[in-house]
């Protein structure tokens, strides 16, 4: 979609490799992630070396998941049994319609499938397994690098609001009270938007509307949403994460 020019801009569980770097332009790294397995809680499979001998769903074609399997397997000394489908929705319907005992997905896609698919979520639960932490990203199609740089600046507006305690809600004080850095990258220095073809109050813009990073999070896939996904590795450098606004120099 993003190559034929249907949609301008991909961003969804979108891993960063070499072989879609080459073909698209990935922007950022808006979100690590790591693989899960959904299970039953009623089979009382709470911790990898118990699925041993266990069936597992997942799609075919060496993903990176089926590479978490591996590296389970290889780490407990277990073997499970793989049932490959042509697609993760496939597989995850199999799952839920009982063909399985677990399904393997990026954790974070685990907890968004869980919430909007399973009749009872609370009847599931998630066990973390592999030893990536896959960079899924933002990306643009190549050629474009105006938009390239918008959607960079952009996300870098959003950590950066955040690392400075800047929300939805408190902006327009911080607009006031804020320091030379704070007043110019919300729009107060005439030209700060000219390089991107925006207007100088693009980034207050983005925050006022939308929020800074931790908003987002937390409305879409943190403790505001069903999925109530903790922030792990997405969370800022400050904090224990990987998460680092660049310098506005």
């Known amino acids: 979609a993003l190559q034929t020019g249907e949609i301008d801009v991909l961003s969804r569980t979108s891993t960063i490799t070499y072989s879609r770097d080459t073909v698209v332009r990935f922007v950022w790294i808006n979100l690590y992630d790591t693989d899960g397995m959904l299970v039953r809680k009623a089979d009382n499979i709470t911790e990898p070396k118990l699925l041993d001998g266990k069936t597992v769903c997942l799609q075919g074609g060496g993903s990176l998941t089926e590479k978490a399997i591996e590296e389970t397997e290889e780490e407990f000394g277990i073997a499970m049994e793989k049932v490959y489908y042509d697609s993760t929705i496939q597989a995850r319907d199999a799952f839920f319609g009982g063909r399985c005992d677990s399904y393997v ?33 933002v990306a643009v199609a190549r050629g474009d690098d105006q938009l390239f740089d918008v959607v960079r600046w952009t996300l870098n507006a959003l950590f950066w609001a955040e690392a400075n305690g800047i929300t ?17 990258v ?25 929020g800074n990073y931790a908003e987002i999070w937390d409305r879409n896939l943190g403790k505001d949403s069903p999925l109530k996904v903790e922030r792990g590795l997405n969370a800022l450098w400050k904090d224990g994460g990987l998460n680092y606004p660049f310098p506005w120099d």
């Not at 919300?186 to 939308?210: C, H, R, S």
């Open 105 to 137: 997905t990026d954790g974070t896609a685990a907890a968004g499938q869980r919430a909007s698919v399973a009749k009872n979520p609370d009847d599931y639960d998630i066990i973390k397994v592999g030893k990536a932490a896959e960079p899924n990203g």
């Open 186 to 210: 919300l729009g107060e220095e005439p030209g700060f938007g000219k390089p991107l073809g925006l207007d100088d109050k693009w980034a207050y813009n983005v925050i006022k509307q939308m």
């Open 168 to 184: 939805s809600q408190n902006i327009d004080e911080k607009l006031v009270s804020g320091s030379p850095e704070v007043k110019r």
